[in-house]
């Protein structure tokens, strides 16, 4: 995949592509539609490709930072992995926030990006106040010579799959419900770093994450987790936290004991997919009461594996 980032004027050097735009939050089922769509392009010869901005449009209009349900290294990864060919990210800036919608299509889509295919949502928004839209795009089809579909959105009921869904459902804890609507684990990615080398010490060593402080995570707490380790999807369970018994530095990480594996994983880049939350994270009188609630809470994962056996998950691991 080759990943234009943070350039105003650039020329890829395929002929013609398949694009579609957005800010891809989570690359859920909806999205999934999209990518679907200019990856079939492939059969008449285009190359497909994602163009999205370098941070939510809604970061610069409003000043606020949201956090996301994807980093941008965690997005661009799960695309390589589905085989696209060109990632886009360009840079959102006042003379990109003020181009006229026309001017967007003319100069950086078609004359930039060489689209021969656009697919986008109904809702799809583009240029000076959001004034471009789906309708448009199919206006000037013709004009400037590339074929464009509008694709519905995906529906859950009758509402529809959208990030903001999806980020409460996060913020709830409903891992089955978010991961349904991704359609694949949600994952947070990261380096193992040292902790504070207690976890041996009880026969239950842990690896330690410190996740991006822009992705959303769902509620503190223990979860079903399996973590992808060198390739390889393995069955554990994850506290997210602040380990309030043992410390009081009040910094937030991931932590997950692996079943059945041992191996030294620091300095390693793992993805940790959040299954199934267990219950909240308490702050225990004394630390033979957590260590007793941990050793319950491994009994518990290794059930709840019985039940959902990890052969699935490595599989869609592979298609992620
Ligand atoms: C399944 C699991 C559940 C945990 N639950 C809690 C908890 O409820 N409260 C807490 O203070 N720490 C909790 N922890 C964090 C432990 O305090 C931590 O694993 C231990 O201090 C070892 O940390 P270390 O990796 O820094 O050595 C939990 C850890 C795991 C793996
Ligand atoms: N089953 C396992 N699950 C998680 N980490 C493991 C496991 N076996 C070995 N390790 C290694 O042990 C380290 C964790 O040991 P621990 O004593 O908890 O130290 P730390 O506090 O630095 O995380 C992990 O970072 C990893 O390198």
Redesign the pocket.
Known sequence: MKCIEEKMWFQVESSGTAVTLGKFDGLHRGHQILLDKIEDQKKNGLDSMVFTFDMPPSTLITGRTRQQLNTNEERARRLERQGLDYLIVYPFNDQVCHMEPEGFVEQILCGCCHASYLAVGTDFRFGYRRSGDAELLLRLASKYGYECEVVEKAMDGNRAISSTYIREELAAGHMEKVNALLGYPFTVSGRVIH????????G???L?LQPDPYKQLPPG??YCSCTIVDGVVRPG???I???????DAGIRGV???LFDFDGDLYGKDVEVMLLSHV??????ESVDL?KK??AS??AF?KEYFKKYPVKSLQKCYEII
């Open positions: 902790g504070a080398q207690l976890g041996r010490q009880w239950m060593p842990t330690n707490g223990v369970i994850t506290n936290g602040y380990k309030p018994t043992v410390s932590e997950s004991y219950r909240p994270e308490h702050r225990f957590l609630q941990i809470d491994i994962g």
